[in-house]
């Protein structure tokens, strides 16, 4: 089958072959596309341990015509990716992308009335965070911040109070904990400083009295993203859904009386669902402010200020994430959301587009709510050729003369 094989094993090498192109060295399933020719070649391949097979020198004694050469340099690129059972050994290198992996944070954000009198809603984003506030941490990685507050009650002051706060609240006032790396216990005390700035928003709107009122409240989810850590925080029914590959991840659960656990939590602690309302009177059952329904500071009470933590280690499979008030998912699925915002990314790469694409979509579907959306992307802008600019020139009469006098001899 093979006439004259000769191995060197020197560094992992193979010096030379000498093989009959009529019956090629059979390695593998494959058969490389050869014709069947009685001349041979001598093929000289060197192996370096490094980079695997680096190069393949041909000598060629005799070829009948063109296509024959062609056919050996498609030879060689097949062999270079099948193994050799003769002293050969293949190493298979996993990726280290994922583990290397650091997103490159943009976002854009749009939010829109509807057909309501005024805005309740109020929204922050913050790419940098660390150009705002500094390291916070006690080690230089990249961080960014989002937020959605939906206000209720007839006012935005809740919202507005707790957006004009969230940097003292969740950062500047907080015992954060620092670190140099990010480990469990890490991310441990830095979900219970989180939980516990959403209940000192709450209890801040109770101190506010004069400002604002204890009928006025706010959903609020926030996302922080600290290098490739991803943790989202809920207490009502805004919602986080995050792009993976194409398919749609929700980050967060709605907190509202048509939801198993918190109806169970609910009439646990005392309290009651009547018109799928909170007590009758609200649609959610987490929320912060709303102190004419809360008991006294320090009491478990049927409405909580308390959020729901997710957190989640992203991977270049993570394309987006949609941070949305309760508008958006009244008349769109995850699903739906995540293939617009993508379809409108491949078209434009521009997620302040996407979240206004996003917010009017559904605004056509609905008319009775007010609609924010954010969508921040994990992955660094794709460069949009420039197309040629093309400059208009005139002639004069008579350049235009000599123009067709030559058009005309042609």
Same mark, same amino acid.
């Given at each position: ?6 191995? +060197? ?10 093989? @009959?192109? /009529? ?11 050869? =014709? ?29 015509? *063109?296509? +024959? $050469? ?6 060689? +690129? ?24 650091? !997103? ?24 940098? *965070? ?47 904990? /620092? ?20 209940? $000192? #928003? ?20 926030? #996302? *922080? ?24 991840? /929700?980050?967060?659960?709605?907190? %509202? ?39 006294? *500071? ?15 280690? $992203? ?14 998912? @009244?008349?769109?699925?995850?699903? &739906? ?29 609905? =008319? @009775? ?15 949009? !050729?420039? %197309? !040629?600019? $093309? ?6 009469? &008579? ?12």
């Amino acid at each position: 089958m093979v006439a004259d094989t000769g191995v +060197l094993l020197r560094q992992q090498s193979v010096s030379v072959l000498d093989l @009959d192109v /009529q019956n090629f060295l059979d390695v593998s399933s494959a058969t490389p596309p050869l =014709k069947p020719s009685s001349e041979s070649v001598s093929v000289e391949i060197s192996c370096f341990e490094s980079v695997g097979l680096d190069s393949l020198n041909f000598t060629l004694n005799s070829l009948l015509d *063109l296509s +024959l $050469l062609l056919e050996l340099m498609e030879l060689s +690129l097949w062999f270079m990716v099948v193994s050799c059972k003769n002293g050969i050994q293949t190493t298979v290198i996993e990726s280290s992308s994922a583990s290397k992996f650091v !997103p490159s944070i943009r976002s854009g954000s749009h939010t829109d009335i509807g057909y309501r009198k005024i805005n309740e809603d109020e929204h922050i984003c913050i790419d940098d *965070l660390s150009a705002h506030l500094g390291y916070l941490f006690g080690c230089r990685l990249s961080s960014a911040f989002y937020a959605v507050f939906d206000g209720h009650g007839g006012s935005n002051a809740a919202a507005v109070f707790v957006k004009e706060n969230a940097m003292k609240l969740f950062f500047e006032d907080a015992n954060l904990p /620092q670190t140099s790396e990010i480990d469990d216990l890490f991310l441990e005390q830095l979900e219970s400083c989180h939980r516990k700035a959403f209940l $000192l #928003a709450d209890q801040a709107l109770a101190g506010e009295c004069s400002s604002v009122p204890v009928y006025c409240g706010t959903t609020a989810i926030t #996302a *922080l993203i600290l290098g490739r850590h991803l943790m989202v925080a809920n207490a009502g029914d805004c919602r986080a859904v995050l792009c993976r590959k194409g398919v749609a991840v /929700q980050m967060s659960h709605d907190h %509202r009386p048509s939801y198993p656990p918190e109806r169970k939590r609910v009439e646990e602690l005392g309290g009651y669902i009547k018109y799928d309302c909170l007590n009758g009177d609200l649609a959610v059952t987490r929320a912060l402010g709303d102190w004419y329904m809360k008991r006294p *500071l320090g009491s478990a009470s049927p409405l909580t200020a308390e959020p729901e933590v997710q957190q989640r280690m $992203l991977t270049e499979d993570d394309e987006f994430l949609i941070v949305a008030c309760d508008g958006i998912w @009244d008349v769109m699925s995850n699903d &739906e959301a995540v293939n617009l915002v993508r379809l409108a990314l491949e078209c434009h790469d521009d997620p302040k587009r996407c979240a206004k694409k996003l917010v009017n979509e559904a605004l056509r579907r609905s =008319k @009775d709510d007010n609609l924010t959306a954010i969508v921040v992307c994990f992955t660094p802008p794709i460069c949009q !050729p420039q %197309r !040629p600019r $093309l400059r208009c020139c005139s002639l004069s009469e &008579e350049g235009m003369n000599r123009l067709r006098t030559f058009l005309e001899g042609n």
